[in-house]
């Protein structure tokens, strides 16, 4: 599994894998449980530019870690969503709850702080 991850200040960008399956699920949600855990101050923003597949299981997951992050104020973003990923989400009715940016450094800058790359 690759994917990466870069800080830019109060704020924490994933990259995700392009096929966020079954046969990765384990590895990449504990990874990702571990860096919220770590990370107490820090906003998270999903760059789904690479992103081709999520299945069901990651939405539930995704929907996990939104609401974890709202417990301690801090705030889940999403930018570069794929038209085919979008529509995962559009039939999930997941549109409404979360918040979809164009490009990374719109949704960087909807953060609303100093977030220069």
Do not use: W
Not at 92 to 105: C, K, M
Request: charged content about 30%.
């Amino acid at each position: 599994m690759k994917y990466e991850t870069k800080k830019i200040d109060k704020i924490i960008i994933v990259y995700p894998p392009q096929m966020l399956d079954m046969k990765i699920y384990d590895e990449f949600s504990g990874e990702l449980n571990k860096l919220i855990k770590k990370e107490k101050d820090k906003n998270f923003l999903f760059n789904f530019g690479q992103v081709k597949h999520v299945n069901s299981l990651y939405l539930s997951f995704l929907v996990k870690i939104m609401k974890e992050l709202q417990s301690t104020e801090r705030k889940l973003k999403f930018c570069s969503v794929q038209p085919a990923v979008k529509n995962i989400f559009k039939v999930a009715d997941l549109l409404s709850i979360f918040e979809i940016h164009e490009e990374e450094e719109e949704a960087l800058n909807s953060f609303n702080v100093c977030a220069v790359a």
